[in-house]
């Protein structure tokens, strides 16, 4: 079947009246800190780039996306768009991508990338007809970018400065070239951040021109509370008129723009509905919690706090969730080290009526052994009620996940505003 590009809201404005998207939210993980970015999970009143109610793996974002093509059937792009960077978490996103076009071969795909990892996976984005990309380019002068990343990593190394400025500058022309060999369109977003890079939006037009951008999209910075950026002033609307026209000599302006949450759904301009939001929590709550079974398993030094790593656990703390108050059921003795897969088959055997397992850290083997055992295994941190009361309330560990953090001190700011 033949997807009609011109359906796409972001790129045709005319196609905003009558046609919706979905952006799914497989993609926590970021590879640059942006200056003017600080992702905040859960805030209904935050409607921004970097902001979700949760992350979804890519089963359960084709769960999710066939729900909400019955809720919103005017829904006619799927876009992944964070709220993280797709290409720091590539695994999640081509599997996404793979099982989209797989199931719904009409769907228009798209992505927005901040094009540090987009590079490698072009090929197979042109195959699988992702015919939309959005890179966001804010500045053209390494000097000037260097400013406005804290810091990127690429290749398991950490720039900072010019030279993050230069490598980020590099990758993002490299990847609108190669978009426009490949046939697909490419929209580039610039960030335009009072004192920071106004007089970068130019020269960034014609640079990303020439490369074969096909759009321009002059994004306002917003104020974003607990970024390096916060005090910074958003820009007057006379700024923006005056850059939008001066790089709309260049280049088509999009100035429709919304700047959408990682998660948003429907039409450009509206919140998400209260079903399509239920849709969503509904995917989240049946992946994190096997109700039908009555425990909860936790890994505990103390038995107060979820501390422990499953692989150092020598015991394992078994409750039940009940809005009077959680029920301490006792401990259960954990395998023993050693004996490679089977140590994990005992486990999942020792915990099958424990519907979730709750713990500090945990190898992706037991995670997925367990997994297929029907009880998902979640990394929080904090106080054991608190997880327990999550759970039962809400059914969704979003507010505790532990935040994954690198060597470097990176735990991951996200994508801000077009970062991913």
């Keep these: 079947m033949s997807v009609d590009r011109s359906a796409h809201p972001c790129f045709n404005k005319g196609a905003a009246r009558h046609a919706g998207r979905i952006h799914l939210p497989v993609a926590p993980k970021c590879n640059v800190q942006c200056n003017f970015c600080n992702r905040l999970f859960d805030c209904a009143a935050e409607n921004r780039p970097g902001v979700t109610s949760t992350n979804l793996s890519p089963s359960q974002a084709i769960e999710y996306l066939g729900k909400a093509l019955e809720i919103e059937p005017d829904i006619k792009v799927v876009g992944i768009a964070g709220p993280g ?62 400013r406005i990343y804290r810091w990127v990593r690429f290749n398991r190394r950490v720039y900072h400065g010019t030279a993050a400025g230069e490598l980020m500058v590099n990758k993002q022309l490299a990847a609108v070239r ?22 970068q939006a130019l020269a960034v037009a014609e640079a990303t021109q020439e490369a074969g951008a096909d759009v321009f999209n002059c994004m306002p910075y917003y104020p974003v509370k607990g970024s390096a950026f916060e ?51 509904s995917v989240t709550r049946e992946a994190n919690w096997n109700r039908s079974r009555p425990y909860i398993a936790v890994a505990s030094r103390e038995g107060v706090l979820v501390n422990q790593h499953l692989g150092e656990a020598e015991h394992i703390q078994i409750y039940q969730a009940r809005a009077e108050g959680n029920l301490y059921i006792g401990a259960r003795p954990a395998p023993e080290p050693g004996g490679g897969n089977e140590r994990w088959d005992e486990l999942a055997a020792l915990l099958g009526d424990c519907g979730a397992l709750l713990v500090s850290g ?26 327990l009361n999550e759970l039962l309330e809400r059914g969704d560990l979003t507010r505790i996940v532990r935040r994954e953090v690198s060597a470097c001190g990176t735990g991951c700011g996200g994508s801000g505003e077009g970062c991913g």
């Design 85 to 146: 960077d797709p290409f720091a978490n590539p695994v999640e996103t081509m599997e996404t991508l793979r099982l989209i076009r797989e199931r719904h071969p009409e769907i228009i795909l798209c992505l927005s990338s901040n094009g540090l990892g987009i590079e490698p996976y072009l090929d197979e984005l042109a195959a699988l007809d992702v015919s939309h990309i959005t890179i966001t380019v804010t500045a053209i002068d390494p000097e000037v970018a260097g």
């Design 178 to 199: 190669r978009i426009r060999e490949l046939g697909m369109i490419c929209k580039v977003n610039f960030v335009l951040i009072p004192g920071i890079n106004e007089d």
């Design 362 to 387: 945990v190898g992706p083997k037991p995670k997925q052994v367990l997994l297929d055992a029907g009880i998902p295994t979640h990394i929080v941190e904090g106080p054991i009620d608190s997880a």
């Design 231 to 281: 005090d910074l002033p958003e820009p007057d609307p006379q700024t923006v008129i005056r850059i939008r026209t001066a790089a709309g000599k260049v280049l088509p302006q999009m100035g429709h723009c919304q700047r959408c949450r990682a998660d948003a759904a429907g039409k450009l301009g509206a919140p998400n509905s209260a079903a399509l939001m239920e849709a969503l929590q």
